[in-house]
């Protein structure tokens, strides 16, 4: 197979397994001297991460339709918000926004008829990735049909607006899904910090007579066993 991967970087061949299917080489060492071309500041995008958010232009809308006239109308709707707008004018668009991870988004609006990539295709690709699972995706669009809203609900969406609509609807929608989303990642935050708080830090409680102690392991010739030192008693 050299020469189909004679142009691919990082692999430097091929082999047939015992199942008969064909694994890839990697080459580490081209892999290594690929990695010192990516400049990525890992400690920064971690601290961006976890910046808190204090007032409302800290939170990220992004609106994602084709139509000039309706992101306008959508990005007068969330005024009243003050949150900050970012828009994009298709899916693939909008796609390339949510993967680059350059801003920090709090909800999406999505149409669906859309070129290049519609608003089901769009959700179900956020969806892939599971930092957005929490993500809300509103959908926003002048298809009716029961069949449309299932779709909607399978790719992921969670909240589904049609056309017209009031501002006032708009904006109560996006504030209720914006607040139960930071709510939901205060909740994880503290989960998380609490999983990796170090057992050592938790004080010792001292052993008194007469408790039972801790089991152990130990190895032998049948496998693992699991047995109890027992301490003498005090005459």
């Known amino acids: 197979m050299g020469d189909y991967l004679q142009n691919i970087p990082g692999i430097a061949g091929a082999t ?14 081209m892999m290594m001297e690929m990695a010192k071309d990516i400049k990525v500041d890992i400690k920064a995008s971690m601290e961006s991460s976890k910046s808190v958010k204090e007032k409302p232009s800290d939170y990220k809308v992004l609106i994602v339709d084709d139509s000039k006239m309706d992101r306008t109308i959508m990005q ?38 859309m070129p290049r990539m519609d608003g089901y295709t769009l959700a179900g690709e956020i969806r892939k990735y599971s930092k957005y699972r929490n993500l809300p995706l509103i959908a926003v669009t002048s298809r009716t049909s029961k069949t449309d809203r299932l779709r909607g609900v399978e790719v992921g969406m969670t909240e589904y607006i ?22 939901e990642h205060e909740r994880q935050t503290k989960s998380g910090s609490k999983k990796t708080k170090k057992t050592g830090d938790r004080p010792k409680r001292k052993r008194a007579r007469g ?13 693992v066993c699991d047995t109890y030192f027992k301490y003498p008693r005090d005459n």
């Not at 501002?167 to 914006?178: A, T």
């Open 211 to 223: 408790d039972r102690p801790a089991s152990r392991l130990y190895r032998g010739r049948r496998g």
């Open 162 to 183: 049609t056309k017209p609509y009031s501002s006032e609807y708009l904006e109560n929608v996006v504030r209720k899904k914006y607040q139960t989303n930071r709510i």
């Open 76 to 113: 007068k709707s969330l005024a009243p918000l003050g949150v900050t707008v970012i828009e994009a004018t298709n899916g693939v668009e909008a796609l390339t926004i949510v993967k680059s991870g350059e801003h920090a988004l709090d909800a999406m609006l999505i149409d669906i008829e």
């Open 16 to 29: 047939i397994r015992g199942d008969g299917r064909v694994t890839l080489i990697i080459d580490v060492g």
